[in-house]
Every structure is written in structure tokens, then in C-alpha cells.
Nanobody
Framework: QVQLVESGGGLVQPGGSLRLSCAVS????????MCWYRQAPGKERELVAA????????NYADSVKGRFTISRDNAKNTVYLQMNSLKPEDTAWYYC?????????WGQGTQVTVSS
């Protein structure tokens, strides 16, 4: 059974930081690219960051460049999203996704709220 379990969300003040984690089981983690998406109330889900299967390449949405960092630990089957300088507009549900040519899998999400 494939499982992607996100954690690390919560309430943080503007300018603060959070680190999201996504623990993956049931697939060969190291053969999947990993992505973080987010969905704010009333908006479509958007890609935030992505990392290749071996972690050699990353890309980011323009709105988070310079503030967010995606990384992965293939030994721990975990992908991370370090979020710094958080803004109210970063408030959303954050989801991880495992992707390869044969298919993809989603996690259940973790909620991030940026508010004073």
C-alpha cells in the first residue's frame, strides 16, 4: 500500500518559518520525482516546488523562489519543504506528490496558516 504522509503544518506568524515533511512508503522512493503543491481556499492547486529522483535538480514557483527550499533524503524516504519568510498568501493546504512516468501518488495534505 502506497502512503505519503505530510506533517509539519500549523499556524505561524508572518515572517516565520515552517518545515514540512512527507514520509513515503510502498514505492521505490528513489525512483520518483517529488513535488509539493498547495491549494488555498477558492483557488486551484498549484505546484510550489519539485525535485528530481536523485535530488540533482529543483524548481520553484516564482512566488516562493528564494524563500522555500525543497530537499529529499532517499535513505529516509522523505521529502522536505523548508519555508522561510512566510507570508499570509502562503496560507493553504500543502500536498506532496510522487511522480514518475508510470504514475503518481498524492498525500492527504497538511494545513499551513500564516497569520498574526
Amino acid at each position: 500500500q502506497v502512503q505519503l504522509v505530510e506533517s509539519g503544518g500549523g499556524l505561524v506568524q508572518p515572517g516565520g518559518s515552517l518545515r514540512l515533511s512527507c514520509a513515503v512508503s510502498g514505492i521505490t522512493f528513489s525512483s520518483y520525482a517529488m513535488c509539493w503543491y498547495r491549494q488555498a481556499p477558492g483557488k486551484e492547486r498549484e505546484l510550489v516546488a519539485a525535485i528530481t529522483s536523485v535530488g540533482g535538480s529543483t524548481n520553484y514557483a516564482d512566488s516562493v523562489k528564494g524563500r522555500f527550499t525543497i530537499s529529499r533524503d532517499n535513505a529516509k524516504n522523505t521529502v522536505y519543504l523548508q519555508m522561510n519568510s512566510l507570508k499570509p498568501e502562503d496560507t493553504a493546504w500543502y500536498y506532496c506528490k510522487a511522480v514518475r512516468s508510470s504514475g503518481s501518488y498524492w498525500g492527504q495534505g497538511t494545513q499551513v496558516t500564516v497569520s498574526s
